[in-house]
């Protein structure tokens, strides 16, 4: 484990958020232990060598099987956050449901997790949205290795903080967008980042195409996209691979 430092650049969040910064790299069960007392806009953020990692706290008012969505506003607030802080001529990708590349290249992707009791009906008490991005890959120590992966650090994005700002700032904008044009205006926007192209034609994607619910006693997800994350082995034990 490895502490963070107290020399971080500040970060400025929207007034919704409430920043905690972390020892630990696996910011999902921080978020996760922190969210019933604290409660939505809880951001937790740590910043180690090799890895950048931050995780939201949020509070639906709908039934899960709806509310799950979060997962996909999550996934392009990220993608969305990292294309504004990059060098412009590379795309920024999603690998379904939950990898993202950059220039074809493994950069991170994306955690979700939910009270385990919550069926599909229910409203979650919580839910948490996190992400986890190669900062550097500093350990390296041949040209060359592991030629399917990049860190934030190589290709020269911006800072971190800035990062996690637009983050956060994106993920109340597409909220917003939900509420008011429906939730077609964040599930298209995440079908149209990810490669290759899913439902080639289709204008309309409905709830239960993405994802489904199935009540099994502990709030397991099942169907088309939730019950896959982590389908093409973006991460280990560790974190993202290298």
């Known amino acids: ?123 979650p008490d919580w839910m948490v949205f996190a992400a986890e991005l190669v900062a550097d890959r500093d350990t390296l120590t041949e040209p060359g290795q592991h030629p399917h992966s990049t860190s934030l650090k190589e290709e020269a994005f911006d800072p971190a903080e800035d990062i996690i700002a637009t983050f956060a700032s994106y993920m109340m904008l597409y909220f917003d967008r939900w509420a008011h044009d429906g939730l077609d205006a964040v599930t298209n926007r995440y079908l149209m980042r990810v490669d290759p192209p899913l439902l080639r034609g289709v204008r309309r994607i409905e709830v239960d195409r993405l994802v489904e619910v199935t009540p099994s006693g502990g709030g397991r997800r099942s169907g088309p996209m939730l019950s896959e994350l982590n389908a093409s082995g973006w991460r280990d034990h560790k974190g993202p691979r290298l």
């Open 1 to 123: 484990m490895h502490p963070v430092s107290e020399a971080a650049p500040p970060l400025l969040l929207p007034p919704p958020y409430t920043l905690h910064r972390s020892d630990s790299p696996d910011v999902l069960a921080r978020a996760v232990s922190l969210a019933p007392e604290h409660g939505a806009g809880t951001l937790v953020v740590y910043q180690g060598p090799g890895l950048l990692a931050f995780a939201v706290v949020l509070e639906p008012d709908q039934q899960l099987e709806v509310a799950q969505m979060a997962f996909a506003l999550g996934m392009v607030a990220l993608a969305d956050a990292l294309a504004a802080h990059c060098p412009p001529e590379r795309s920024v990708r999603l690998i379904w449901p939950d990898e993202l590349r950059y220039d074809k290249a493994r950069l991170g992707g994306g955690l979700f997790a939910i009270p385990p009791d919550t069926e599909a009906q229910d409203v």
